[in-house]
Every structure is written in structure tokens, then in C-alpha cells.
């Protein structure tokens, strides 16, 4: 079993600036797979970012891409997702999400891959 919790969520305006964190508990941070998702009032939930347990290889949403960066620190067991460049249409709950299942690399996107959840940090973005 695996906690998560993210912190780091707000209000920011436009063109800002933010880092969410997620910092896991439970079990060995290093073998699993980890992720951003985010979820707008009444749209499905969608990936944003990924990363592999390793800390190599990332995967981005074309809609982030070129503003938001996803890190991980494997020694303080936590996964970062750092927003730049903010729009309105980014403004959303954010997830974390961990999983250590095979296949990663053409699963990534799929939030049913994901076992473990965090509770979400809101971002709000203003015009």
C-alpha cells in the first residue's frame, strides 16, 4: 500500500507560476512509476505527466508541453510537477497517482494503470 499526498496548489494569475509536490509513504518510492493528472469540473479526469521509477524518461501531454516539468527525488519520496506559463484552461484539481504494473511506457496516459491516488491540490488559474 502506498500514500500519497499533494501539496502546492492555489490561485495564481495567468502566466504564472507553480510546483506541486507529492510525497508518498507506505512502501518503496523507487519501484514505482509516478504521475500528474488533472481533473476540471465536469470534464473526465486526463494525464498531464509522467515519470518512470528510475527518473530517466519523461511523457508529457501536448498541452503542457514546453511549460510544465515533472521531477522526482527518490530519497525524499516525492514526485514534483513545476507549472509554468499558466493558463486559465489549466485550472483543476491536481492528481498524483503511483504504479509499478508492467508496460508503463504504452500506458503512461491511462489513469486505470495507476493503484495509488492522492487526495488532489486545487489550482486555480485567473484571467
Known amino acids: 500500500q502506498v500514500q500519497l499526498v499533494e501539496s502546492g496548489g492555489g490561485l495564481v494569475q495567468a502566466g504564472g507560476s507553480l510546483r506541486l509536490s507529492c510525497t508518498a509513504s507506505?512502501?518503496?518510492?523507487?519501484?514505482?512509476?509516478m504521475a500528474w493528472f488533472r481533473q476540471a469540473p465536469g470534464k473526465e479526469r486526463e494525464y498531464v505527466a509522467a515519470m518512470n521509477k528510475d527518473a530517466i524518461t519523461t511523457r508529457y501531454a501536448d498541452s503542457v508541453k514546453g511549460r510544465f516539468a515533472i521531477s522526482r527525488d527518490n530519497a525524499k519520496n516525492t514526485v514534483f510537477l513545476q507549472m509554468n506559463s499558466l493558463k486559465p484552461e489549466d485550472t483543476a484539481v491536481y492528481y498524483c497517482?503511483?504504479?509499478?504494473?508492467?508496460?508503463?511506457?504504452?500506458?503512461?496516459?491511462?489513469?486505470?494503470?495507476?493503484?495509488?491516488w492522492g487526495q488532489g491540490t486545487q489550482v486555480t488559474v485567473s484571467s
Open positions: 497517482a503511483a504504479g509499478e504494473r508492467p508496460y508503463f511506457f504504452l500506458s503512461w496516459h491511462r489513469a486505470g494503470w495507476y493503484d495509488y
Open positions: 507506505g512502501r518503496t518510492f523507487n519501484n514505482y512509476h
